[in-house]
């Protein structure tokens, strides 16, 4: 975790890692480092997540991985105990973050981590709450001025007097709303819209597909939905509406026959039979089979709308493969992408010959799960060959993974990177909502 001026959560807080305490020159007397450490993978936990920090007398030992931050007065004889207590936190943390209970997520997890665990999970709280809880902690917290960048303050500040029905608007005062099943008559003469493209695209995700239209109207020429209607609805006089174009999105129906002869098909079925229900927390959860095999096709998608190359096209659909395997729940798991990368290691589960292939693999591997700044930070300490590929592979993985975000219908366009994804997210909702199609391509056999 970066604050404003570069320095991380451990370093503004005087933590030393436990495995460099001995060159630090700050190890307590008579503490048994070695002896410590085994203590710690005996419990199954890794040392890397304890600290030590000497200016604090009372609980100078703590544990931090992610969102759950601990200290104590000593830790011999007390492993086993933390490791209830953390995996307890984090699953409370977790379960907050699923059933989007920002409130309750900030009382869980520690002052010092919260301004920066805030940002991470900013585009998933509901703009409704954004503002709200953004001013809770401005004004509340300690730690948020130091921490929080001037441009977070400006985006949070957008969603002051947000509702469900009516979003933020541009700087010209106007929102955009969505049309997504035939209505019966034209987008220019219907009055119902929605304000949510998520909810557009799952009405019109069949295959195939029904046209989803988009326009602009000003903010205050909406009118939210009766309570019968969906709470993304809004009423607007089709004299109102500007800019009703329909969206340029790919429909599966049309481009089966180009994905057959680009040889996405051949390539999908080939991976797709390498994905192992038993490497999953959950095989059917939300981060299981079924989400790594569509993360694998969007993966494929947009490695051929972007023009990658065949090299860069089997690397993503590697990545697509192991990206979740670490995870051990399917809630708010920062560190699974590490976790994921190390049992690939562990089990030998891809035969590298390359090591600079390898780097990039890792690179996108270990850092899907963290946000774009904090990847960036690291990429330096990966010994790939060429960082701009790199980069452009990891926007690539992270655009494909965020398209399944359909799954939890909070998908936002505006948080896509390449100039391809948006022309996929009709794609995402018909895989989504139409299993059997991809169903039946994993089973049919390869051609090649």
């Keep these: 975790m970066v604050d404003k001026d570069g320095r991380d959560f451990a370093e ?16 307590p007397a008579g503490l048994d480092i070695a002896s410590l450490c085994k203590q710690i993978e005996a419990a199954g936990m890794r040392s890397e997540y304890f600290f030590y ?36 936190l984090e699953g409370e943390i977790n379960a907050s973050v699923a059933c989007r209970d920002f409130d309750r997520f900030l ?26 809880l953004f001013e809770r902690l401005w004004r509340f917290n300690p730690y948020a001025t130091d921490v929080f960048p001037d441009d977070f303050a400006r985006r949070a500040y957008r969603y002051r007097g947000v509702t469900d029905q009516l979003p933020p608007a541009a700087a010209d005062g106007r929102v955009r709303v969505y049309l997504g099943a035939d209505a019966g008559a034209g987008p220019q003469e219907t009055q119902v819209w929605t304000t949510d493209i998520n909810r557009a695209l799952m009405a019109a995700g069949t295959i195939p597909a029904a046209p989803v239209f ?18 993304r609805e809004v009423l607007v006089k089709p004299s109102l509406l500007e800019e009703i174009r329909r969206m340029n999105l790919i429909d599966l129906a049309d481009f089966e026959g180009e994905m057959e002869a680009a040889g996405i098909m051949a390539q999908y079925r080939r991976r797709a039979g390498q994905i192992k229900p038993g490497w999953f927390h959950k095989p059917a959860g939300i981060h299981g089979a079924g989400h ?53 290691r562990k089990e030998r589960l891809v035969p590298w010959s390359d090591k600079g292939e390898e780097e990039v693999f890792r690179f996108v591997v270990e850092n899907h799960d963290l946000p774009d700044s904090k990847a960036y930070q690291r990429v330096q300490g990966y010994e790939a060959r060429d ?20 799954r939890l ?18 794609v995402a909702y018909q895989l989504y909502c139409q299993p059997d199609w991809l169903e039946q391509r994993t089973r049919a056999p390869a051609d090649d």
């Design 12 to 27: 503004r807080n005087l933590l030393i890692p436990l495995c460099a305490l001995a060159d630090s020159g700050a190890q």
């Design 214 to 231: 988009q326009g602009r109207v000003r903010r205050d020429h909406l009118i939210p939905g009766d309570g019968g209607r969906s709470d």
């Design 409 to 426: 219908g909070d998908l936002n366009p505006d948080y896509l990177r390449t100039a391809s994804a948006p022309r996929l997210l009709l």
């Design 292 to 344: 790594t095999r569509r993360v694998l096709m969007l993966s494929l998608l947009l490695a051929h709308l972007e023009k990658l190359n065949r090299a860069d096209r089997d690397l993503l659909a590697g990545v697509a493969v192991y990206h979740d395997i670490g995870r051990d729940n399917d809630g708010y798991d920062p560190g699974h992408g590490q976790a994921s990368y190390a049992r690939t």
């Design 53 to 88: 920090n000497p200016a604090n007398r009372q609980a100078p030992y703590s544990y931090w991985r992610g969102p759950v931050l601990l200290e104590f007065p000593n830790l011999e004889g007390r492993i086993i105990s933390i490791k209830a207590i953390a995996n307890r």
């Design 387 to 406: 960082v701009d590929r790199t980069l452009r592979l990891y926007a690539t993985f992270k655009d494909a993974d965020g398209l399944d975000r359909v």
């Design 107 to 132: 009382d869980l997890v520690d002052a010092r981590l919260a301004p920066e665990l805030f940002m991470e999970v900013f585009g998933t709280v509901p703009d409704r709450d954004k503002f709200r």
